[in-house]
């Protein structure tokens, strides 16, 4: 590797020593040297200081796990996690989506409360749709389709499935059903009712227990009316 390396490429080589802990020789001749400190040292510097990052990142996630578990239990686990799945993210925010199914493998007592720190965290960053029909224009014969909200979330520990979704700006967590899993994955291709209830006429529930759920899961923000594009 030359110092005319192109920035692209450096930034990449950069990023792939400071991920993957190297001494990365090749990038050696491009960085400053700056004594009495060697480059090979403060390249070690960056990569300690992103670990440092990832854990204090992991650790802010998961600070309910952290309480249960202790600072040194929950610091042996982050440690391995970070062994285990070295970041390949250029976000930090998408680093944390494995760690629920990892840590419930060491401490299962708190798996389930790390799913919902997780799922509780997208929704809290889940915007609000633009697409939305509000009830007016519903009235006045505005089509529109079912949606899931994007701060609604779906995770999976096990065999069971939970939905995290934000009522009030505030996330809330609940367990799902297998029929309650079944009409959110319908639900995710954007029906219109008369879809949905076509595709569930040979469900056991019947049409008025299906306009409760849906009825329920509006007003909770779960699901949304939005402007028909079919």
Known sequence: MQKSLNFVAMQT??????LGKVAAE????????????????????????????????????????A????SEAMAKVVDKFIDTYPSTYRNLAEYSAKFPPFIAQLHP????????EWLSILSLQGREPEDAVELNEIEGGTLYQLALHPASHVGQLGSGYFLSYRLHETPHFKTLSQGALQLLQIIKEEPTLADLTQQLQHDDASSTELAATIHD?????????????K
């Open 13 to 18: 080589a950069f990023q792939d020593a400071v």
């Open 26 to 65: 090749a990038l050696v001749p491009l960085i400053v040297l700056k004594p009495p400190v060697t480059t090979k040292q403060r390249l070690a510097i960056y990569q300690d200081a992103y670990r440092i990052r990832l854990t204090e990142s992991l650790e802010d996630d998961f600070n309910e796990c």
């Open 67 to 70: 309480a249960v578990l202790g």
């Open 109 to 116: 007592q708190v798996g389930e409360l790390a799913l919902r």
């Open 217 to 229: 899961w509006l007003s909770m923000g779960i699901i949304y009316c939005k402007r028909c594009q």
